[in-house]
């Protein structure tokens, strides 16, 4: 499992947990998340997060 995290607000997005409050699954995969979700947090793009370690 990866995390992302959003470039402007850095809200983390985790695989494993995913993003229930959005309908998105525990274990949904990055590629798997609607092209259209945006950020809860500042409601930038899904294009505007980047991989990290953590």
């Known amino acids: 499992m990866k995390t992302y995290q959003c470039i402007v607000c850095g809200l983390i997005y985790d ?5 229930p409050a959005d309908g998105i699954a525990a274990g949904t995969k990055w590629e798997d998340v609607p092209a259209d ?13 980047e991989m990290v370690e953590i």
């Open 15 to 19: 695989e494993a947990t995913g993003w």
């Open 37 to 49: 979700w945006e950020c809860p947090d500042c409601g930038v793009a899904k294009a505007d997060f």
